[in-house]
């Protein structure tokens, strides 16, 4: 659990192994505003090492620079395990395979995070290059209550991305996918599909997810947007832990009915 990480990163830092702490949290925080924390964290203490190799900064600026470098990360720390002792996780997975066409995986990422910015019962974990192995760690780590898929599908399963890259291994199959959701049945609450013709694979998991929203052919960017949109807004609206996600899949979709989107009713709450 992203707890369990978060002490990991502690006990390094208390250990005098601030490197070890660093490399942790990058591989297991990536959202935009932990990498941008990290990167910037990461960055400095190289200087900081740098800088005491070539014996630019006398050895009480060091060491006055290291304290307050390790103040920030530990307080940094602290302020995550509060939110995830406090709130519920949602996971969002994109994945945009160069082998397939594009997709705007970015925009529909914003979009969701714009609009759970400020919840109070909620908060947004993302991986913008998911393969199946993210799948895995990932919701073992986050335990989220709704997983949103970002991807290309077709009937039997998700195109995810390769691993490595280039190995064309990213097919999620509807048996594996089945059995992977199964063993999380116990956390997930909804499963959203934003995928085209994941209506079949939609169908399978229904029988031990409560929540499922699919498409049941193949849908543009733009109504997945736009859904992702309505969706989120109505779950932050509702200001409760326990949201109802019928209706906010009834949100999503006045938003795409409003505009006459042709594929406006390709989204389906099943």
Known sequence: MAIDTIKKCQ?????????????LFETNFTDDE???????????TKQLARSERMGILS???????RRQLTARFLSHLTFLKNEFASKHS???????PSSLPALNIDTEHYKIKS?????????LRSWLKTTKKHVLSLTNEFRPLIVH??????????????DPPGANNGFFNLSDFKDVIANRSDMIQCLILSACESLELGQHI???I????????????KASILFAEGFYQAIDNQNTSTPDYKKAYDTGMEFLKVLNLSDAYTVEFI
Not at 11 to 23: E, P, Q, T, Y
Not at 90 to 96: D, N, P, T, V
Not at 115 to 123: D, V
Not at 149 to 162: D, I, N, P, R, V
């Open 90 to 96: 949602i996971l969002f997975l994109g994945a945009s």
């Open 149 to 162: 898929f970002a991807c290309h599908g077709k009937t039997m399963g998700l195109h995810l991305e390769s």
């Open 206 to 208: 229904k029988t031990f």
């Open 210 to 221: 409560p929540n499922v929203i699919v498409t049941n052919q193949k849908v543009h960017d």
């Open 59 to 65: 050895f009480s600026q060091i060491n006055l620079t």
């Open 115 to 123: 609009q759970l910015e400020n919840n109070e019962h909620f908060i």
């Open 34 to 44: 932990s990498v941008e924390f990290i990167k910037l964290l990461s960055t400095e």
């Open 11 to 23: 006990d390094f830092i208390g250990n005098n192994k601030m490197s070890n702490a660093i490399d």
